[in-house]
């Protein structure tokens, strides 16, 4: 949220960077059909992925209430350069990028006083149910957005947040598996082939740091949903991951696009729209989603409540949601659009790709990372605590 190798150079609409990247998602089985959701994340310049965010610097940039700025704290593949400058030749608004690379990093950031600082901010679609019950989100004032009409019907009422009443959903994808099958020898197609070539695979695999995305990953290995609360079945996952564990090189949501591309990886665990994103630069590369499942997500834009420019904010909303200026970002940073209108608008290679856009019988075995009760939650960070360590 990630997300893929972009590495924009800077300008004088300053992109700046905090922390370690990674999201969750909402979203369950049944509400797959109704909303196909969430997440993602890659490097820009300067960004630290080995950063703890409880060490990021929480204090506002400068001007933060400057009406002739906007401050966005976003993943890092959801902007480049050339989005930049375009907005500021538009509205004559400076837009200066904060990047995150994790949902918890960036709600700890805005709890920390970081978010008197920024107008728009970019969480996944639980992380909006959270913050919409930390009353963190403004209710948005629809007569002043553009293009809620143009969403695919999916997103016009989605689970998370119904009627869009607190979020405009940018932009959403899978998580599967990114490998050279030259260099593998093989096809890999399932979680399954992670399990079985473990031995060869060791050290020469990674998966993401991200608790709910790796367990729910040994979860569909398993036969389970990726959201079980079964307290046999999250033992079950544990037991299968310290299996798999020898095989594991690192935990990473990002950094590991280097080492894929140089070999020293053999496959890793990914965001679509970072695996996407590193096959432009490497056709060799193929990216799947594994036959058991996985997960779907959908990142959105919102505006805080601590919001110091609410004008500007509704400025980039709408400027994101132009479907001419959707459809650019799509093919440059190759992130799947909810906006059916800015679909339309992608040439044929790019809605055929179903990398991008998967078909349907496929999203039907995957699902969004639905809320947990507390107590699963504490088993999974039980577990998931060992398993790092």
């Given at each position: 949220m990630s997300p893929r190798n972009v590495r924009p150079s800077r300008m004088r609409s300053t992109v700046r960077s905090s922390t370690t990247r990674r999201r969750f998602l909402l979203g369950s089985a049944t509400a797959l059909s109704s909303v196909l959701l969430s997440n993602c994340t890659r490097n820009l310049r300067g960004t630290d992925p080995t950063a703890d965010p409880t060490d990021a610097d929480p204090s506002p940039a400068p001007a933060a209430g400057d009406p002739g700025t906007l401050h966005i704290y976003t993943w890092s593949s959801y902007v480049d350069d050339e989005a930049l400058r375009a907005f500021e030749a538009q509205t004559g608004i400076r837009p200066i990028v904060d990047i995150y690379d994790s949902n918890e990093a960036m709600l700890a950031r805005m709890q920390a006083g970081g978010g008197t600082a920024y107008s728009i901010i970019y969480p996944s679609d639980y992380m909006v149910v959270e913050m919409i019950e930390m009353e963190m989100l403004t209710e948005l004032d629809r007569s002043r957005l553009n293009g809620l009409d143009e969403l695919k019907s999916q997103w016009q009422n989605p689970v998370y947040d119904p009627n869009n009443t607190h979020s405009v959903p940018y932009a959403w994808g899978t998580t599967g598996l990114i490998y050279d099958p030259e260099v593998l020898g093989e096809e890999v197609t399932e979680w399954d082939y992670l399990w079985?070539?473990?031995?060869?695979l060791n050290r020469q695999i990674t998966l993401l740091n991200d608790v709910r995305e790796t367990k729910g990953a040994a979860l569909k290995y398993l036969?389970?949903?990726?959201?079980?609360?079964?307290?046999?079945e999250i033992e079950a996952a544990f037991a299968a991951l310290m299996e798999l564990r020898p095989a594991v090189a690192n935990f990473l949501s990002d950094g590991w696009q280097d080492q894929l591309a140089g070999e020293d990886l053999l496959v890793s665990m990914a965001y679509s729209v970072d695996a996407l994103t590193l096959m432009d630069e490497y056709p060799n590369l193929v990216y799947v989603i594994p036959e058991e499942g996985s997960s779907v997500w959908t990142d959105t834009m919102v505006i805080p409540t601590t919001a110091p420019n609410v004008d500007a904010a509704y400025e980039w909303i709408n400027f994101m949601m132009d479907s001419d200026n959707s459809a650019s970002l799509v093919e440059r940073l190759k992130?799947?659009?909810?906006?059916e209108s800015a679909f339309d608008k992608l040439?044929?290679?790019l809605r055929s790709d179903t990398d991008l856009f998967p078909p349907d019988e496929i999203l039907a075995r995957c699902e969004g990372i639905a809320p947990i009760p507390e107590d699963a939650l504490a088993l999974y960070d039980r577990y998931w605590t060992q398993l790092t360590s």
């Open positions: 079985q070539n473990r031995d060869r036969g389970y949903s990726y959201n079980s609360t079964d307290p046999e992130f799947s659009t909810p906006l040439p044929d290679e």
